[in-house]
């Protein structure tokens, strides 16, 4: 079945740098990859995905990468705000499959 | 505001207890996932449901099971709970089955936190 890497597992930065999130995958056949974010105590929400016939795609701060070749795909936020703060959770799934294999979450904190 | 509700917000139960957990879907999404997501970790897939038929199940043993009603609202099943069992139960829906190869967003409830002792 499909495996996903993530890191880092904790990220700390200063408010307006810019913080970047690796995904790893194993599956060949996975080719969408949404990401989400977790707030404290909250459900997760959808920020961003994007499909295996995009390279990238960008909205507004955020911005995800894939690299099928490598089977690996990167989130990029920039200019982060405190309100960024909060753990984001990639996945990976493929055509057809109802079963999307999750990543284990990278903490994010942005200081002030 | 995402449209769905689960019930209860948190729940302790004893080992070896049954439990029963309840989620209301968004309004016009006729598939619901299960998710068990234990601390620290990402969400763990249980099992789908579409149209009130189970519709793929991720690797969990058969005491945990579900059931799916005509309105769409579904239930998660857990009996003989064990202390592993400790975990935020989600539910997510979307207004198709992902087996379709769709690639339907799934909205995500606030979740049930379910302790064990």
């Known amino acids: 079945g499909e495996n996903v890497e993530q890191h880092p597992s904790t990220l700390s930065v200063q408010e307006g740098d810019s913080a970047v999130i690796k995904c790893t995958y194993s599956?060949?056949?996975?080719?969408?990859f949404p990401w989400y974010k977790q707030e404290l105590g909250k459900r997760p929400q959808l920020i961003i995905d994007?499909?295996?016939?995009?390279g990238e795609k960008k909205d507004q701060r955020i911005a995800v990468t894939l690299n099928k070749t490598a089977k690996h795909f990167s989130l990029h936020i920039t200019e982060t705000q405190p309100e960024d703060s909060a753990v984001y959770f990639c996945?990976?799934?493929?055509?057809?499959?109802?079963?999307?294999?999750f990543g284990r979450g990278t903490s994010l904190i942005v200081h002030p | 505001e995402t449209g769905v509700t689960q019930s209860p917000t948190h729940l302790i139960k004893t080992r070896g207890q049954q439990v029963t957990l309840r989620c209301s879907s968004q309004s016009g999404h006729n598939t619901v996932s299960w998710y068990q997501q234990a601390l620290g970790q990402g969400p763990q897939f249980i099992f789908q449901?579409?149209?009130?038929?189970?519709?793929g199940r991720g690797n969990f043993p058969p005491r945990f099971s579900g059931l799916q009603f005509p309105n769409y609202s579904s239930e998660l099943n857990v009996n003989a709970l064990e202390l592993d069992d400790s975990a935020l139960y989600l539910c997510a829906s979307s207004p198709g089955t992902s087996g379709s190869g769709s690639y339907n967003e799934q909205f995500f409830g606030p979740g049930t936190r379910l302790t064990v002792l």
């Open positions: 994007i499909r295996s016939n995009v």
């Open positions: 996945a990976a799934r493929g055509w057809g499959s109802y079963i999307p294999t």
């Open positions: 449901y579409y149209r009130e038929e189970e519709n």
């Open positions: 599956d060949s056949a996975s080719n969408y």
